[in-house]
């Protein structure tokens, strides 16, 4: 299990293979909420609003990490991780009919890290080189690509922790 060691928390995961460019990971069923939007910051102040109270139980809800995007025909959806100490029948419901409770399913899932800004250049580059690495290693990508953000727009870019990741068909190699 990885620690983290940020103000916020972060969804366990078990690296089971590593190599100089990106890493596997497991990752157990996850609570999430999420919405689909056409402008970033309007999803972004969405989920924001549903965390900080705006909500049917008016209930504050600590931020996670990390925030993730994916594009799915010309759609972005934005997520963020609810608190572990959540059961899904517990999960404020969202007062906004944008939002929506999910899970992301438990899988492996292929991971490069860089820092700098979350740009779409950015993250593009580092999705192409992770895709090219999984095609070379023989990994079976399954879906779209993930960009994950984990710190806020005041940390400096030097600083900065991203991600870009695909689920994976994953076996064990001997």
């Known amino acids: 299990m990885v620690q983290n060691l940020m103000a916020y928390s972060e969804s366990p995961y078990k690296i089971v293979y590593q190599t100089d460019t990106y890493e596997i ?5 996850r609570l999430i909420i999420e919405t689909q939007y056409s402008n970033q910051n309007n999803g972004f102040r969405k989920l924001f609003k549903y965390i900080s109270g705006y909500n049917k139980q008016s209930q504050k809800i600590e931020m996670t990490t990390p925030v993730n995007v994916t594009e799915i025909e010309n759609q972005f959806v934005m997520q963020f991780y609810l608190p572990r100490k959540f059961q899904k029948n517990e999960i404020p419901l ?3 009919k944008s939002l929506k409770i999910s899970t992301i399913e438990p899988g492996y899932f292929a991971v490069i890290r860089y820092t700098g800004f979350a740009s779409d250049k950015n993250f593009h580059k580092h999705r192409e080189i992770l895709k090219k690495k999984l095609n ?5 990508v ?7 953000t984990y710190d806020g727009p005041f940390t400096l870019p030097n600083l900065r922790r991203n991600e870009a990741i695909f689920l994976v068909d994953w076996k064990e190699r001997l």
Do not use: Q, T
Not at 25 to 29: G, I, P
Not at 142 to 148: D, E, N, P, V
């Open 25 to 29: 990971r497991y990752y157990e069923e």
């Open 94 to 96: 969202p007062s906004d």
């Open 142 to 148: 399954l879906g779209a690509a993930i960009k994950a």
């Open 136 to 140: 070379l290693d023989n990994i079976r």
